[in-house]
């Protein structure tokens, strides 16, 4: 098991940045495919991006396919959401998830019910 905690978000206008963190502890980080998810009042939890255990694979939901970007640290046991031109259809609390992949090969999921960990999530709201 690792242990998630969420950073980074805000209030922030349409068409501007935030980047959001998920700092990890307990088990090695580098064995752990990452996930972002948010969830909007009154919707259901959807995928935004992952990346496998090394970050060389990564995947977008197409609604933020080329504004975010997703990268991770194993050193620093950190997880990044780099979000640009973001838009209030944005606004959401955003999730960090991980789950433990015996090989670097298997590829990180878009399902939440995939991941096994999760943070409490951090609130962006985007204004218009």
């Known amino acids: 098991q690792v242990q998630l905690a969420e950073s980074g978000g805000g209030l922030v206008q349409a068409g501007g940045s935030l980047r959001l963190s998920c700092a990890a502890s307990?088990?090695?980080?580098?064995?752990?495919?990452v996930g972002w998810f948010r969830q909007a009042p009154g919707k259901e939890r959807e995928f935004v991006a992952a990346s496998g255990r090394a970050g060389f694979t990564t995947y977008y939901a197409d609604s933020v396919k080329g504004r975010f970007t997703i990268s991770r640290d194993n050193a620093q046991k950190t997880v990044y959401l780099q979000m640009k031109s973001l838009r209030p259809e944005d606004t959401a609390l955003y999730y960090c998830?991980?789950?433990?992949?015996?090989?670097?090969?298997?590829?990180?999921?878009?399902?939440?019910?995939?991941?096994?960990?999760w943070g409490q999530g951090t609130q962006v709201t985007v204004s218009s």
């Open positions: 307990g088990r090695p980080f580098s064995s752990y495919a």
């Open positions: 998830a991980a789950v433990f992949k015996a090989s670097p090969l298997y590829p990180a999921s878009t399902r939440s019910d995939a991941y096994d960990n």
